[in-house]
């Protein structure tokens, strides 16, 4: 079946420091979603791109889909200590909900 | 308050004990999902559906059975449990009315552990 491939599996920073998360598909996605769960929490969404060589930003985060959409990565410049979490990205094959795969996370841990 | 809610939170079981996971949203979300979390392994779909009555298996179905017989509820159901079933289980719903795919609200998740 379809997969989405991301890494790195763990992330250690020192805090203010920046972190990318990178996530592949072998096959064209009809649109890549980002979630963040914090330990001990549930998967809260935080964004959706669809089109082609799409960047968009929140704040500190920078999100990227490929031209091929075949990729995307999470880009956090000067990590703080609230950045601690698993950052998934869930690709959609074929254009419905049913169709999301996710990837299987990146777990970033941030030292003061 | 939107909320996806899961009953109930923690369970210990014995193997072959039926057990049902109850899940309900407030937001008059058209799909719902049920996912597994394993170390390493990330987030795996066990069922989903797209509407009242309407289920389809996801990537990892074997040992479970749903059903979606009001909009608001979707129950997952574990009829003979194992121990290779002790997870952590998410319920999740999304708004599709307007798009193929949307942002999907989890639950708080139920952790489940079969001896």
């Known amino acids: 079946g379809q997969q989405v491939m991301q890494i790195p599996q763990y992330q250690h920073v020192q805090e203010g420091e920046d972190f990318t998360t990178y996530c592949n598909s072998s096959t064209t996605l009809s649109n890549i979603q980002w979630y963040k769960q914090r330990p001990g929490g549930h998967p809260v969404f935080l964004i959706q791109l669809v089109k082609s060589g799409e960047v968009k930003k929140q704040k500190r985060l920078t999100f990227q889909f490929g031209e091929a959409k075949k990729n995307s990565s999470l880009h956090i410049t000067a990590t703080q200590t609230t950045d601690v979490g698993t950052y998934f990205c869930a690709g959609n094959y074929g254009g419905s909900q049913g169709n999301l795969i996710f990837g299987k996370g990146t777990k970033l841990s941030v030292k003061p | 308050e939107a909320q996806v809610t899961q009953n109930p939170r923690y369970l210990i079981t014995v193997t072959g004990k039926k057990l049902t996971v109850t899940c309900s949203q407030n937001m008059n979300h058209e799909y719902m999902s049920w996912y597994r979390q394993d170390p390493g392994l990330g987030l795996r779909q066990i069922y989903y559906s797209m509407n009242v009555e309407v289920t389809d298996k996801g990537d990892v179905p074997e040992g479970y059975k749903v059903s979606r017989k009001e909009k608001r509820n979707f129950p997952l159901i574990l009829e003979s449990p194992s121990p290779n079933q002790t997870s952590l289980y998410f319920c999740?719903?999304?708004?599709?009315?307007?798009?193929?795919?949307?942002?999907?609200?989890f639950g708080e998740g139920s952790r489940l552990t079969v001896l």
């Open positions: 999740a719903s999304s708004l599709i009315r307007f798009a193929n795919t949307g942002e999907l609200f």
